[in-house]
Protein backbone atom coordinates (compact mmCIF):
# COMPACT_ATOMS: atom_id res chain seq x y z
CA UNK A 1 0.00 0.00 0.00
CA UNK A 2 1.34 3.54 -0.76
CA UNK A 3 0.04 6.56 0.18
CA UNK A 4 1.90 9.67 -1.67
CA UNK A 5 1.73 13.40 -0.97
CA UNK A 6 2.53 16.77 -3.11
CA UNK A 7 2.38 20.01 -1.49
CA UNK A 8 1.20 23.02 -3.22
CA UNK A 9 2.04 26.49 -2.33
CA UNK A 10 -0.57 28.49 -3.84
CA UNK A 11 -1.54 31.67 -2.16
CA UNK A 12 1.54 33.74 -2.18
CA UNK A 13 0.80 36.16 1.01
CA UNK A 14 0.36 33.39 4.09
CA UNK A 15 2.02 30.43 2.01
CA UNK A 16 -0.67 28.08 2.98
CA UNK A 17 0.41 24.47 2.87
CA UNK A 18 -1.92 22.92 0.21
CA UNK A 19 -1.31 19.11 -0.11
CA UNK A 20 -2.88 16.35 -2.23
CA UNK A 21 -3.19 13.21 -0.94
CA UNK A 22 -3.37 9.42 -2.89
CA UNK A 23 -3.61 6.13 -2.93
CA UNK A 24 -1.51 5.18 -5.49
CA UNK A 25 -3.03 1.68 -6.46
CA UNK A 26 -6.71 3.35 -7.93
CA UNK A 27 -5.48 7.28 -7.72
CA UNK A 28 -8.18 8.66 -5.54
CA UNK A 29 -7.29 11.17 -3.80
CA UNK A 30 -7.95 14.29 -1.38
CA UNK A 31 -7.15 17.96 -1.14
CA UNK A 32 -6.42 19.29 2.08
CA UNK A 33 -6.43 23.00 2.47
CA UNK A 34 -7.40 24.45 -1.29
CA UNK A 35 -6.07 28.07 -0.34
CA UNK A 36 -6.08 29.20 -3.57
CA UNK A 37 -5.78 29.30 -7.19
CA UNK A 38 -8.28 26.59 -7.81
CA UNK A 39 -7.46 26.25 -11.79
CA UNK A 40 -3.60 25.82 -10.95
CA UNK A 41 -4.75 23.35 -8.54
CA UNK A 42 -7.07 21.33 -11.01
CA UNK A 43 -4.23 21.21 -13.57
CA UNK A 44 -2.17 19.70 -11.48
CA UNK A 45 -4.89 16.99 -10.49
CA UNK A 46 -5.08 16.40 -13.77
CA UNK A 47 -1.23 16.15 -14.53
CA UNK A 48 -1.38 13.28 -11.79
CA UNK A 49 -5.03 11.53 -13.27
CA UNK A 50 -6.06 11.87 -9.24
CA UNK A 51 -9.44 11.52 -8.59
CA UNK A 52 -10.55 14.05 -5.83
CA UNK A 53 -13.40 12.44 -3.33
CA UNK A 54 -12.71 15.09 -0.66
CA UNK A 55 -12.25 18.56 -0.02
CA UNK A 56 -11.14 18.77 3.32
CA UNK A 57 -10.48 22.07 5.42
CA UNK A 58 -7.85 21.61 8.19
CA UNK A 59 -10.16 24.85 9.42
CA UNK A 60 -12.10 27.55 8.26
CA UNK A 61 -9.72 30.37 7.93
CA UNK A 62 -10.09 31.91 4.63
CA UNK A 63 -5.88 31.01 3.67
CA UNK A 64 -7.05 27.66 3.81
CA UNK A 65 -10.75 27.51 1.99
CA UNK A 66 -10.06 30.17 -0.74
CA UNK A 67 -10.18 27.45 -3.70
CA UNK A 68 -13.26 25.50 -2.14
CA UNK A 69 -15.84 27.03 -4.55
CA UNK A 70 -14.01 26.27 -7.62
CA UNK A 71 -12.36 22.75 -6.86
CA UNK A 72 -15.76 21.55 -5.79
CA UNK A 73 -17.50 22.80 -9.49
CA UNK A 74 -14.21 21.28 -11.09
CA UNK A 75 -14.18 18.10 -9.52
CA UNK A 76 -17.55 17.10 -7.28
CA UNK A 77 -15.32 16.51 -4.44
CA UNK A 78 -16.88 16.39 -1.01
CA UNK A 79 -16.22 19.34 1.48
CA UNK A 80 -15.90 18.17 5.00
CA UNK A 81 -14.96 20.87 7.68
CA UNK A 82 -15.15 19.94 12.03
CA UNK A 83 -18.74 21.20 12.59
CA UNK A 84 -17.15 23.64 15.08
CA UNK A 85 -16.05 25.46 12.38
CA UNK A 86 -18.48 25.49 9.38
CA UNK A 87 -19.66 29.19 10.49
CA UNK A 88 -16.91 30.33 9.43
CA UNK A 89 -17.56 29.38 5.68
CA UNK A 90 -20.09 31.81 5.18
CA UNK A 91 -19.37 34.51 7.05
CA UNK A 92 -15.99 36.77 5.75
CA UNK A 93 -15.85 38.42 9.15
CA UNK A 94 -15.55 35.21 11.22
CA UNK A 95 -12.76 33.69 8.65
CA UNK A 96 -10.80 37.20 8.97
CA UNK A 97 -11.05 37.63 5.38
CA UNK A 98 -12.57 40.88 5.28
CA UNK A 99 -9.72 42.23 7.23
CA UNK A 100 -7.99 41.77 4.00
CA UNK A 101 -10.50 42.79 1.48
CA UNK A 102 -11.22 39.82 -0.45
CA UNK A 103 -14.00 38.30 1.38
CA UNK A 104 -14.05 34.49 1.02
CA UNK A 105 -16.51 32.05 1.69
CA UNK A 106 -17.06 28.45 0.41
CA UNK A 107 -20.23 26.41 -0.07
CA UNK A 108 -21.65 24.81 3.04
CA UNK A 109 -20.32 21.81 4.19
CA UNK A 110 -21.33 18.21 2.32
CA UNK A 111 -19.85 16.28 5.71
CA UNK A 112 -19.63 17.58 9.13
CA UNK A 113 -16.46 15.87 10.62
CA UNK A 114 -15.79 14.85 14.34
CA UNK A 115 -12.85 13.51 16.17
CA UNK A 116 -11.98 9.96 15.44
CA UNK A 117 -14.05 10.15 12.13
CA UNK A 118 -12.90 8.07 9.44
CA UNK A 119 -11.67 9.66 6.30
CA UNK A 120 -11.04 6.69 3.51
CA UNK A 121 -10.23 6.39 -0.31
CA UNK A 122 -8.65 3.48 -2.11
CA UNK A 123 -6.37 2.04 0.32
CA UNK A 124 -6.02 5.24 2.58
CA UNK A 125 -7.18 5.68 5.94
CA UNK A 126 -7.11 8.67 8.18
CA UNK A 127 -8.42 9.67 11.34
CA UNK A 128 -9.78 13.13 12.46
CA UNK A 129 -8.14 14.26 15.51
CA UNK A 130 -10.07 17.10 17.10
CA UNK A 131 -7.79 19.85 18.05
CA UNK A 132 -9.35 23.12 18.86
CA UNK A 133 -7.03 25.89 20.00
CA UNK A 134 -6.56 27.70 17.22
CA UNK A 135 -10.29 27.78 16.15
CA UNK A 136 -12.80 25.83 17.84
CA UNK A 137 -13.13 23.38 14.91
CA UNK A 138 -9.69 22.47 14.19
CA UNK A 139 -8.79 19.19 12.94
CA UNK A 140 -5.61 16.79 12.61
CA UNK A 141 -5.78 13.93 10.09
CA UNK A 142 -3.30 10.96 10.88
CA UNK A 143 -2.77 8.00 9.35
CA UNK A 144 0.05 6.02 7.27
CA UNK A 145 2.43 7.00 9.67
CA UNK A 146 1.86 10.83 8.79
CA UNK A 147 -0.06 13.74 10.08
CA UNK A 148 -1.68 16.62 9.10
CA UNK A 149 -1.44 19.32 11.09
CA UNK A 150 -3.37 22.79 9.91
CA UNK A 151 -2.19 25.77 12.09
CA UNK A 152 -2.24 23.52 15.32
CA UNK A 153 1.20 22.57 15.07
CA UNK A 154 4.45 23.51 13.20
CA UNK A 155 7.96 23.29 12.91
CA UNK A 156 8.88 24.54 15.59
CA UNK A 157 6.00 26.12 16.46
CA UNK A 158 2.26 26.66 17.04
CA UNK A 159 -0.96 28.08 15.99
CA UNK A 160 -1.62 31.65 17.35
CA UNK A 161 -4.59 32.11 19.87
CA UNK A 162 -5.10 35.75 19.43
CA UNK A 163 -8.21 35.66 17.14
CA UNK A 164 -11.64 35.33 17.94
CA UNK A 165 -12.68 31.74 18.81
CA UNK A 166 -8.73 30.92 19.46
CA UNK A 167 -7.83 29.45 23.21
CA UNK A 168 -4.19 28.88 23.88
CA UNK A 169 -5.15 27.00 26.90
CA UNK A 170 -6.80 24.51 24.63
CA UNK A 171 -4.09 24.29 22.07
CA UNK A 172 -1.91 23.63 24.65
CA UNK A 173 -3.76 20.58 25.60
CA UNK A 174 -4.42 19.60 21.96
CA UNK A 175 -0.61 18.98 20.99
CA UNK A 176 0.61 17.87 24.62
CA UNK A 177 -2.10 15.51 25.37
CA UNK A 178 -3.33 14.64 21.49
CA UNK A 179 -0.63 15.10 19.08
CA UNK A 180 2.45 14.11 21.18
CA UNK A 181 0.98 10.87 22.06
CA UNK A 182 1.45 9.62 18.51
CA UNK A 183 4.28 7.97 17.93
CA UNK A 184 7.58 9.61 17.58
CA UNK A 185 8.41 8.64 13.73
CA UNK A 186 4.98 10.30 12.55
CA UNK A 187 5.75 12.72 9.67
CA UNK A 188 3.78 16.46 10.38
CA UNK A 189 2.83 18.28 7.25
CA UNK A 190 1.90 21.68 8.61
CA UNK A 191 -0.73 24.19 7.38
CA UNK A 192 2.65 26.82 7.09
CA UNK A 193 6.13 26.46 7.12
CA UNK A 194 8.35 23.28 6.64
CA UNK A 195 7.72 19.36 7.43
CA UNK A 196 8.64 17.94 10.27
CA UNK A 197 8.16 15.02 13.11
CA UNK A 198 6.69 14.14 16.24
CA UNK A 199 10.07 13.50 17.89
CA UNK A 200 11.46 16.58 16.65
CA UNK A 201 8.67 18.79 18.16
CA UNK A 202 8.37 16.81 21.57
CA UNK A 203 11.92 18.09 21.95
CA UNK A 204 11.86 21.46 20.85
CA UNK A 205 8.54 23.18 20.32
CA UNK A 206 7.71 25.83 22.35
CA UNK A 207 4.39 24.46 23.21
CA UNK A 208 6.57 22.24 25.83
CA UNK A 209 7.60 25.46 28.06
CA UNK A 210 4.11 26.49 28.51
ZN1 LIG B 1 -5.76 29.60 10.69
ZN1 LIG C 1 -3.36 29.39 8.14
Redesign the pocket.
Known amino acids: MTILVKRLILLDDFETNTYLVWSKGDKTAIVIDPAAKPRELFEEIKKLSLDIKYIINT ?1 G ?1 A ?2 IGANRTLKKLTGAKICIHSLDKELFSDPDKNFSSFVDIKVTSPAPDILLQGQDEVSFGEAKFVVIHTPG ?2 RGSICLYGHEMLFSG ?1 TLFFEGL ?1 RTDLPGSNQSDIVHSINKKLFKLPDKTKVFP ?1 HGGFTNIKHEKQYNPVTLF
Request: glycine share 22%; hydrophobic share 0%.
Open positions: HHDHHSDGG
